[in-house]
């Protein structure tokens, strides 16, 4: 229709008609879902009775050689050009070569080792490792002893409690001959002893029974987890003592990797390189899991390893005793080697699938014991141990949704139909702030909208800052939340507030943000890496990644802490938006939502990534992009000022984003480190 020469009454009859057809569509839509969703129960009641069939299972070989060709033809496919082949086996060597330095490469020389043994630190500490002994192979329990009698920091005891049963008899003989070759090291007062304590229990008393065990062999003022056929990298201790004596760390953990059973260390499956501690991702996952290391006094009387969650008793455990301590420090260098065998949690979770229900259950215990109520804990699509939390909403506070507007009709209708016909929260309102428009329509549009009481439309006047039209917008909201939103955004998620309001509400949260796509389906925000990209101040990670990649270590599969989330979509209780002053107007469109993120973590708050909070955005269709011409000089000056406010934070790097990957990438690729002269 031509909606030229239109009359105002005429075009506003429009703008209805066109608003209620939304709607319209949006029930059809509705009941479409409903039949679909009855279709696919049908159809997979079919396909569970054809995979149940004789024929089926007989087939199954044939099926796999099908399946084989199919994914070489797509891999031949992806990698297309000659050119894009070079530039994957490029990235690939490189990658390699990367991985490579963190393996016994890494290992200290003999002048370094002999250094670190002589340090003299300005703290006594002993660490006790406890390993729990029960049929170990020969092999590892070797591999395994061995590297903790060649650790450079010599102020350990290792502490053996052994349930192995009389076949493996061999496990006390091993102990006992180690036990002697340590003889040679002496007290203060010259009499001999060993640092190795052994103890042959009466019975195997599972995990948790033969750690605590250890634990009353044990007389250090540290304790340490050590498990029966894993290896330590020679340094780690002697890492520890220093972030003890230079930070007074009480509870240590380091990077990780997974290396073949029957192989070196340097035969590694999987490098884990963590964040520094992350509360949340905790609490979805138990990244921390090896090398922990902490202060007895933690324990408090209270048990190390509780039985009731064997299988996840290291879990449990991290989760109490990082709430207690004061300082929990993360050494991230690849310092442990996690091996992977058959009936390791390392190979495969099913070879102990009681742990998932375990793990539930440590969770629901931490979060019980902080005070939360009515919380769900579920399995996500990335592994059956990393959860997804729903939290309780307390109450139903009122969410003020500010979207900055000028013209960009269809941009504004289809996200506002996106947020009144999908959202299932329904205690909000939408201020839409218009600033410097000049079609008609858009005018025309905001007398119609404005019939819905939950929508108002404020006039900033001024030239374009989204600073201060932001914060202008958030002056008027009467709600409690406050979320700030592009208006080139789409809703996916129905339950996108709730998902976002849950952590909000936490008074140790700052900012929340959601997971945001382009129309095809690529990732354009998942959380927000300081010092990312060429300009060295911020850039989003996993970006351009398909929808369904489940991300570095299933990160894009949890709710966890980031330093900051962008202001596209972006939730924060008001009265802490305001304490922190809103954005700074001096970043008149890029980083201010950066800055806000990082002068909430420096309150001591953490911000928050959740995938589960799904939008559509069109990025930048409002404002161009901020690499060219005019838009470049002013992004260039406003990332100068934020290179200079946050100088010191971007030279230690983001807490959450580990050193070893590269900041030119945002697909967590390890970068080459400095080759020993």
Not at 357 to 376: D, T
Request: with cysteine; aromatic share 12%; charged share 25%.
């Amino acid at each position: 229709m031509d909606k030229k020469g239109m009359t105002e009454t005429e075009a506003l009859r429009f703008y209805k008609e066109a608003y209620l057809g939304e709607k319209s569509r949006g029930r059809a839509l509705t009941k479409k879902l409903s039949e679909a969703q009855y279709n696919k129960a049908q159809t997979e009641g079919k396909l569970d009775g054809i995979k149940g069939s004789f024929l089926w299972r007989v087939s199954k070989p044939l099926r796999m050689l099908f399946h084989k060709i199919v994914r070489v033809k797509e891999r031949l496919g992806y990698y297309g050009s000659l050119k894009e082949i070079v530039r994957k086996l490029n990235a690939k060597m490189i990658e390699r070569q990367a991985r490579s330095q963190h393996g016994s490469a890494s290992f200290p020389e003999i002048e370094e080792a002999a250094r670190q043994r002589l340090y003299k630190f300005d703290r006594e500490v002993k660490f006790s490792i406890l390993m729990p002994l029960y049929n170990t192979p020969e092999k590892f329990l070797r591999q395994a002893i061995e590297s903790v009698m060649g650790q450079t920091y010599e102020g350990w005891e290792l502490c053996l409690a052994d349930g192995s049963d009389e076949e493996h008899a061999y496990v006390e003989q091993i102990c006992r001959e180690y036990m002697e070759k340590d003889k040679q090291y002496l007290r203060p007062s010259s009499s001999l002893y060993c640092r190795i304590v052994y103890k042959k229990l009466a019975k195997n008393e599972g995990i948790s029974g033969n750690t605590n065990a250890c634990l009353s062999m044990s007389s250090g003022n540290y304790i340490a987890l050590f498990d029966h056929d894993d290896v330590l990298h020679p340094s780690v201790l002697y890492e520890y003592m220093k972030v003890i004596c230079e930070k007074g760390a009480d509870y240590i953990y380091c990077d990780e990797a997974t290396f073949k059973g029957s192989g070196t260390i340097d035969d590694m499956i999987t490098l884990h390189f963590k964040p520094d501690y992350a509360p949340d991702n905790l609490r979805a996952n138990n990244y921390i899991c090896h090398f922990s290391a902490f202060a007895r006094r933690l324990l408090d009387g209270t048990e190390l390893f509780r039985s009731e969650f064997d299988g996840s008793q290291d879990h449990d455990m991290i989760l109490r005793l990082t709430a207690r301590a004061k300082c929990v420090v993360h050494v991230p260098k690849l310092l442990y080697y996690w091996r992977s065998h058959a009936g390791s949690v390392a190979s495969d979770i099913s070879a102990k699938s009681y742990a998932i229900e375990a793990a539930k259950g440590a969770v629901a215990s931490h979060l019980k014991a902080l005070g939360f109520k009515n919380f769900e804990i579920t399995s996500t699509k990335a592994f059956e141990t990393i959860f997804q939390i729903k939290y309780e909403i307390l109450g139903n506070p009122k969410v003020s949704i500010i979207i900055p507007n000028k013209d960009h009709l269809e941009d504004l209708m289809r996200c506002l139909s996106s947020i009144l016909e999908r959202s299932t929260y329904d205690n909000y309102e939408i201020i839409v702030v218009e600033n410097n428009s000049v079609s008609e329509e858009i005018f025309i549009y905001y007398k119609q909208i404005q019939e819905n009481h939950a929508i108002r439309v404020i006039h900033y006047e001024g030239d374009f800052n989204y600073s201060r039209i932001n914060n202008f917008g958030v002056s008027q909201a009467k709600g409690e939340y406050v979320l700030l939103l592009n208006n080139d955004t789409s809703v996916i998620t129905p339950d996108w507030i709730e998902e976002m309001l849950m952590y909000a509400q936490r008074k140790d949260v700052g900012a929340v943000g959601a997971k945001l796509y382009y129309e095809d389906r690529t990732i354009q925000h998942a959380g927000v890496v300081l010092g990312l990209g060429a300009h060295r101040t911020a850039g989003h990670s996993h970006y351009r990644v398909d929808h369904q990649n489940l991300g570095y270590m299933g990160r894009l599969c949890y709710a966890q802490n980031v330093m900051a989330v962008t202001g596209a979509c972006l939730m924060m209780r008001k009265a802490l938006y305001e304490e922190l002053g809103g954005l700074d107007v001096r970043f008149t469109v890029a980083l201010n939502d950066v800055d806000l993120c990082v002068r909430a973590w420096k309150t001591g708050r953490v911000n928050v990534f959740t995938p589960f909070a799904e939008l559509y955005h069109y990025e930048s269709a409002s404002r161009g992009t901020d690499l060219v011409g005019e838009n470049a000089g002013r992004y260039e000056k406003e990332a100068a000022l934020f290179r200079e406010r946050w100088k010191e934070l971007l030279a230690k790097g983001d807490p959450y984003y580990n050193p070893n990957f590269s900041l030119d990438r945002s697909d967590f690729a390890l970068k080459i480190l400095k080759t020993r002269s």
